[in-house]
């Protein structure tokens, strides 16, 4: 992948990556040009422009094949889906939910049979029984959220699942309004953080990664207003409306673009993370690919 650096003259000039790093003149204006140096990626395995994601269909647990633009195999990703865990969640909260409704309404009975002799009033009944449900609900809730492990993603280097490069975990099991995600390197600890605004994605989604300080490193969101709204509308439309996004420096959809993360237009969910805009790599392929798994598996695409 060349190099893009532009003189003070205006000239715009693509170099090889050999010259990285060197001082160069500007053929037309004689003036000097500092070729930046491309950034060394902690793992050969993330030493590339483009990654290619295949999804595994007929999996319970989310699985991506991550490949080259050679067809070669690179990563191995997993989100396991604790399909077990889910169903004992679902039973005991089910099961929580009928000993206290039913033992909320044993009570009342009781109440209003032996309450001095005279009915409890019936609208008095009513609210109880409203708020013996709520309570239920809430039990439920807290039961299944209790039970259910927290989903992380793991990127191994084959699919044997017996080295672990990098994670992706969840920070809370319970996130309403504001999905919160840590990326770890499990040799060296956490590297950045990912998040998105629910409320926001309800018409533009829009995903944030910050360092481990709190400062943007840079933002993934739907690549149009307009096609987001009618997804909204009428859903992929086989495809025809598949979701895209736009990966850009900072956290203003004005930053400089780094990248796209797109989705092709296969029956299978198949995607490309083209980071060609950013050829000096200033963005940690680590993150970057982190960034695509979760625009996949966070948004439930």
């Known amino acids: 992948m060349a190099i893009q650096v532009e003189c003070a003259c205006g000239r715009t ?38 990654f290619l994601l295949r ?3 007929m999996s319970i647990s989310q699985i991506y094949d991550v490949r080259d633009d050679h067809d070669q195999s690179v990563l191995f990703v997993k989100r396991p889906t604790a399909l077990w865990w889910g169903i004992l969640g679902i ?30 009033d019936t609208a008095l009944v009513g609210v109880l029984v409203l708020g013996l449900t709520l309570l239920s609900m809430l039990a ?93 509308l009428f859903g992929p439309a086989f495809g025809l409306l598949r979701t895209n996004y736009v990966i850009v420096r900072g956290s203003s959809a004005d930053g400089d673009r780094l990248g796209e993360f797109n989705r092709k237009l296969t029956l299978f969910d198949r995607y490309v993370l083209d980071l060609s805009a950013d050829p000096t790599r200033s963005l940690d392929r680590r993150i970057a690919l982190a960034m695509g798994v979760l625009l996949d598996t966070g948004d439930g695409r």
């Not at 693509?14 to 004689?30: H, S, T």
């Not at 009975?109 to 001095?116: A, C, F, N």
Request: charge should be positive; proline fraction near 5%.
């Open 13 to 50: 000039l693509r170099l090889k990556n050999e010259i990285a790093g060197e001082r160069i003149r500007c053929p037309d204006c004689g003036g000097t040009i500092d070729v930046p140096v491309i950034a060394a990626q902690a793992d050969t395995l993330f030493d590339r422009d483009r």
């Open 55 to 57: 999804q595994r269909v």
């Open 91 to 120: 039973l005991a909260g089910v099961l929580v939910f009928f000993l206290i409704f039913l033992g909320g309404l044993a009570i009342l009975q009781m109440l209003k049979i032996d309450g001095g002799g005279q009915d409890v």
């Open 140 to 232: 439920t809730i807290a039961t299944v959220v209790a039970i259910i492990p927290r989903r992380h993603v793991f990127f191994y280097r084959d699919p044997g699942q017996k080295d672990s490069v990098l994670e992706i975990h969840q920070d809370s099991k319970l996130m309403p309004f504001r999905p919160r995600y840590t990326l770890v390197c499990p040799q060296r600890g956490p590297i950045a953080t990912f998040s998105k605004n629910i409320l926001y994605s309800l018409f533009r989604k829009r995903w944030w990664c910050h360092d481990l300080e709190g400062n943007a490193i840079c933002t993934a969101y739907e690549d149009s207003i307009i096609l987001s709204l009618l997804r909204r």
